[in-house]
């Protein structure tokens, strides 16, 4: 695996990039889509790879469980780390799924 150290700056502005399709690291050469793609790659290692055999505290049936932690939001306290639990699958995704729900409707009536 290779590791980067660079801190990654995608510029977004002509001629080199934009805001919706900013360009390759002035660092590096990475492109936008491949960093994402790598952090994604490792959010997914994360969650499997931390994922055990234990109690849903959501459902409470034996399963397999993994890891879940609500994302950082933009009106989170800085510094302050969401708390992390370990949900059976159906209840990661019923978490999922109300997490966007809820930033989603925050976004809507901040639009209004």
């Known amino acids: 695996m290779k590791?980067?150290?660079?801190?990654?700056?995608?510029?977004?502005q002509p001629p080199h990039g934009s805001i919706f399709r900013p360009g390759d690291c002035t660092g590096?050469?990475?492109t936008y889509n491949q960093h994402?793609?790598?952090?994604?790659r490792q959010e997914e290692a994360l969650i499997v790879g931390s994922s055990r055999d234990g109690q849903c505290p959501d459902?409470?049936?034996?399963?397999?469980?993994?890891?879940?932690?609500?994302?950082?939001?933009?009106?989170?306290?800085p510094g302050v780390?969401?708390?992390v639990t370990f949900l059976c699958m159906d209840c990661y995704n019923a978490a999922v799924d109300?997490?966007?729900?809820?930033?989603?409707?925050?976004?809507e009536e901040a639009a209004r």
């Open 3 to 12: 590791v980067s150290l660079c801190k990654h700056s995608f510029p977004c």
């Open 81 to 83: 780390e969401k708390p």
């Open 98 to 107: 109300a997490n966007n729900t809820m930033v989603e409707s925050l976004f």
């Open 36 to 40: 994402e793609a790598e952090l994604r």
């Open 59 to 77: 459902c409470n049936r034996q399963k397999r469980l993994f890891r879940w932690q609500p994302p950082a939001q933009p009106w989170d306290e």
């Open 28 to 30: 590096c050469g990475i």
